[in-house]
């Protein structure tokens, strides 16, 4: 068994608690996700009466506006208690047995299909940031990268022969570094993006850069997407792309665990979110898995006959 971490006697206060964990943090997750972690314990520092007790917590937790947002509070507190345990600040966790919520996550189901006409006819490729903004949207759907991650790759990230991205560590949300694959129509749009980059700019201008080499925001992409999407009747935003990657993926006969290593999950848990299979869906894939169907393999190929009366 492991000695247990002595209490320190001089204690730094709850915020400075949270501002040292945050530091601690950001060596090893993406600046997005430790933002947010960042605004959560800020909040509860701000709130709490004391250093931090229970009452605080579920205090905090009470402002949730929906079960996601609760699970989300609820797992940042938890990770920030058990962490200041391990530094012998306190020898208990708050958050610790404060159940999670039943959340429901609401995917929008786009068959590829739909997206012909958006893809072929939204953008303005004649233009640099209507070619930029097809290649992006191509690059996503093609890819499942998340969005955050695609906004920071540069020229030298991408084998347009291969059709291999590297996204590198410091740009992914696990702080791992991830291979994603595209397809030769995706490469053929990336390689006629780059060829119309401005000459001024350097390698470290960003493929998706904006019109002023800036790096591309998701609310600035999302602002130029909701209007080209809406004239096609499709209710996309800049994440949902990444969805239709993983359903239309598991569609198209990839495994759940090929689909958890390409969109860099964690665990498994995550990635069953995406695995949001309609019963069509479902009874397809038995039609072609079920071992009677293996057995009597006629019975695939004809609709089922209703019987006499």
Request: hydrophobic residues 35%; contains cysteine; positive net charge.
């Amino acid at each position: 068994m492991g000695s247990a971490v002595p209490i320190r006697k001089v204690l730094p206060t709850l915020s400075q608690m949270v501002e040292e964990y945050l530091d601690e943090r950001s060596l090893d997750l993406a600046p997005s996700t430790v933002k947010n972690q960042g605004y959560i314990l800020r909040q509860f520092a701000a709130q709490s009466q004391d250093e931090g007790n229970r009452a605080d917590a579920v205090r905090l937790l009470q402002h949730a506006k929906s079960p996601n947002v609760h699970n989300l509070y609820r797992a940042t507190l938890k990770c920030f208690f058990d962490w200041c345990i391990s530094q012998g600040y306190r020898t208990d966790n708050p958050g610790e047995g404060i159940r999670t919520k039943k959340g429901t996550h609401k995917f929008i189901d786009t068959p590829v299909q739909a997206l012909d006409s958006f893809i072929r006819e939204g953008f303005d490729t004649t233009t640099y940031v209507g070619l930029r903004d097809k290649a992006a949207v191509l690059f996503l759907i093609d890819t499942g990268a998340r969005p955050n991650e695609a906004w920071q790759l540069r020229p030298e990230d991408v084998d347009l022969v291969q059709g291999i991205a590297l996204l590198r560590a410091e740009t992914t949300k696990t702080r791992t570094p991830r291979t994603v694959f595209f397809s030769k129509p995706t490469a053929k749009l990336l390689n006629t993006l780059l060829g119309n980059r401005p000459d001024w700019w350097g390698p470290d201008v960003p493929i998706f850069a904006a019109s002023t080499g800036s790096p591309m925001t998701s609310t600035e992409f999302g602002h130029r997407l909701r209007p080209v999407t809406a004239r096609f009747g499709l209710n996309l935003t800049v994440y949902s792309l990444r969805h239709i990657f993983a359903t239309n993926f598991l569609r198209g006969g990839g495994s759940a665990l090929e689909l958890q290593r390409i969109l860099g999950h964690s665990n498994m848990t995550m990635t069953t979110r995406y695995a949001n299979l309609n019963r069509e869906d479902l009874q397809e894939a038995h039609r072609h898995a079920s071992p009677v169907n293996a057995l009597f393999p006629e019975a695939k190929r004809h609709a089922p006959r209703k019987l006499k009366k």
